[in-house]
């Protein structure tokens, strides 16, 4: 294997059983949490610094809930050791924003689905020590003529609030979520979010200073582009994809993505560039180039890929029909035909801003919702606080 980005900066690394550099300790710091899933969508686990017991007092537990074009996913935690410890977790796909690539409403059967998880996501809020919480959705709802109407009708059958949030508070919220991943020695990095209706683009300059800064203080420069999985699927096609077809997703987001490149484009020029994704694209990408029989959150998040070893798959993928794509673990049937949309996304990301190394997080919108309301209520800064 080629030079890997944390051995020459002198970063301590491990090999996992699957060949690949992840950072030492990382899979002892990771611990299984509850979790609804299919076989093929992630399970979340349990945030911890490895060095300390948990705490058995009762802690106060906070709610995260992400409610975006594709998936609906709740994420609850308590205050542990500057971070937090996942109590309990919540993933389904609802395809909230099913025929939104060619239409402007929610359908009722996409509305129904997500009614039923929302129902799912209440009771488990109801069933913890929730002392604040934060439910959010994102560009499904913002596209919808109907989105608002939806709100109104999850507040009447399901007795929650969701804050539809604005584009900038997405891709802000993103960045707290998996910034921690951004490497201390790397003087700019691009983040980027592939959701289901949107996708988030931001560039962090400057090496990572004292803990106690916020991530968002980082941002440079932002962007929402108004294209995701679903919503490019529905234009192209996802069932059948060519490398013609592939190629136009491609050109269609790298129009999308250029007011950014053009204010961003010098960050691949600082040092120790790299790019740094969270979405269920790169969490597949990864899971399918370590070959895992079943996705696996501990080895997949925080792991870096080399600039080929991500052509690599891609070009694997493209060579697929929709029943292997169904087949494979990392996939699943219900993400086969947005697999290769969430692909061309990555691949406009990585034209603009060529890296030798991406880092792939397991994480994102929820969690930065989680730091965002520990920060405010400043729960490490407590005198024995978890």
Same mark, same amino acid.
């Given at each position: 294997?080629?030079?890997?980005?944390?051995?020459?900066?002198?970063?301590?690394?491990?090999?996992?059983?699957? &060949?690949?550099?992840?950072?030492?300790?990382? !899979?002892? $710091? @990771?611990?299984? /949490?509850? *979790?609804?899933? =299919?076989?093929?969508? #992630?399970?979340?686990?349990?945030?911890?610094? &490895?060095?300390?017991?948990?705490?058995?007092? !009762?802690? $106060? @537990?906070?709610? /995260?809930? *992400?409610?975006? =074009?594709?998936?609906? #996913?709740?994420?609850?935690?308590?205050?542990?050791?500057?971070?937090?410890?996942?109590?309990? !977790?919540?993933?389904?796909?609802?395809?909230?924003?099913?025929?939104?690539?060619?239409?402007?409403?929610?359908?009722?059967?996409?509305?129904?689905?997500?009614?039923?998880?929302?129902?799912?996501?209440?009771?488990?809020?109801?069933?913890?020590?929730?002392?604040?919480?934060?439910?959010?959705?994102?560009?499904?709802?913002?596209?919808?003529?109907?989105?608002?109407?939806?709100?109104?009708?999850?507040?009447?059958?399901?007795?929650?609030?969701?804050?539809?949030?604005?584009?900038?508070?997405?891709?802000?919220?993103?960045?707290?979520?998996?910034?921690?991943?951004?490497?201390?020695?790397?003087?700019?990095?691009?983040?980027?979010?592939?959701?289901?209706?949107?996708?988030?683009?931001?560039?962090?300059?400057?090496?990572?200073?004292?803990?106690?800064?916020?991530?968002?203080?980082?941002?440079?420069?932002?962007?929402?582009?108004?294209?995701?999985?679903?919503?490019?699927?529905?234009?192209?096609?996802?069932?059948?994809?060519?490398?013609?077809?592939?190629?136009?997703?491609?050109?269609?987001?790298?129009?999308?993505?250029?007011?950014?490149?053009?204010?961003?484009?010098?960050?691949?020029?600082?040092?120790?560039?790299?790019?740094?994704?969270?979405?269920?694209?790169?969490?597949?990408?990864?899971?399918?180039?370590?070959?895992?029989?079943?996705?696996?959150?501990?080895?997949?998040?925080?792991?870096?890929?080399?600039?080929?070893?991500?052509?690599?798959?891609?070009?694997?993928?493209?060579?697929?029909?929709?029943?292997?794509?169904?087949?494979?673990?990392?996939?699943?049937?219900?993400?086969?035909?947005?697999?290769?949309?969430?692909?061309?996304?990555?691949?406009?990301?990585?034209?603009?801003?060529?890296?030798?190394?991406?880092?792939?997080?397991?994480?994102?919108?929820?969690?930065?919702?989680?730091?965002?309301?520990?920060?405010?209520?400043?729960?490490?800064?407590?005198?024995?606080?978890?």
């Amino acid at each position: 294997m080629r030079g890997h980005p944390l051995t020459h900066l002198g970063i301590a690394t491990v090999q996992d059983g699957g &060949g690949q550099l992840a950072p030492a300790g990382a !899979a002892e $710091r @990771a611990q299984r /949490a509850a *979790d609804d899933h =299919t076989p093929a969508q #992630r399970r979340v686990a349990t945030r911890s610094n &490895g060095h300390h017991p948990s705490p058995r007092r !009762a802690a $106060r @537990a906070y709610a /995260a809930l *992400d409610l975006g =074009t594709n998936n609906c #996913r709740l994420l609850i935690a308590e205050p542990s050791y500057h971070e937090f410890r996942v109590v309990d !977790a919540f993933s389904r796909i609802v395809r909230l924003g099913e025929g939104l690539g060619i239409g402007d409403r929610l359908n009722e059967d996409a509305i129904d689905r997500t009614i039923a998880a929302l129902k799912v996501c209440r009771a488990k809020i109801e069933a913890r020590n929730v002392v604040r919480s934060r439910l959010i959705a994102t560009e499904a709802c913002r596209l919808a003529s109907n989105g608002a109407a939806f709100i109104q009708r999850v507040r009447s059958d399901v007795g929650i609030d969701i804050e539809i949030v604005d584009r900038q508070t997405e891709a802000t919220l993103a960045v707290m979520g998996c910034a921690s991943l951004a490497h201390p020695k790397a003087g700019s990095v691009i983040i980027f979010d592939i959701g289901g209706g949107s996708t988030e683009v931001a560039w962090l300059d400057g090496q990572t200073g004292s803990s106690v800064l916020c991530p968002s203080e980082r941002i440079r420069a932002w962007d929402s582009l108004a294209v995701g999985v679903v919503t490019l699927a529905e234009r192209h096609g996802g069932q059948r994809v060519t490398p013609e077809i592939f190629e136009d997703m491609v050109d269609e987001v790298s129009g999308r993505l250029l007011p950014f490149a053009l204010k961003a484009g010098a960050a691949a020029g600082a040092a120790n560039f790299h790019l740094l994704g969270t979405s269920g694209t790169v969490t597949t990408v990864g899971g399918i180039h370590l070959g895992l029989e079943r996705y696996d959150r501990r080895r997949v998040d925080g792991m870096w890929m080399r600039e080929d070893e991500i052509s690599a798959v891609i070009d694997r993928l493209l060579d697929t029909n929709l029943d292997q794509r169904a087949q494979n673990p990392c996939i699943g049937r219900d993400r086969a035909d947005l697999v290769l949309a969430g692909c061309a996304i990555l691949e406009a990301i990585r034209r603009a801003f060529p890296a030798n190394y991406l880092r792939i997080a397991d994480r994102g919108l929820r969690e930065g919702i989680l730091m965002s309301m520990m920060r405010e209520d400043k729960v490490w800064t407590r005198r024995g606080s978890a």
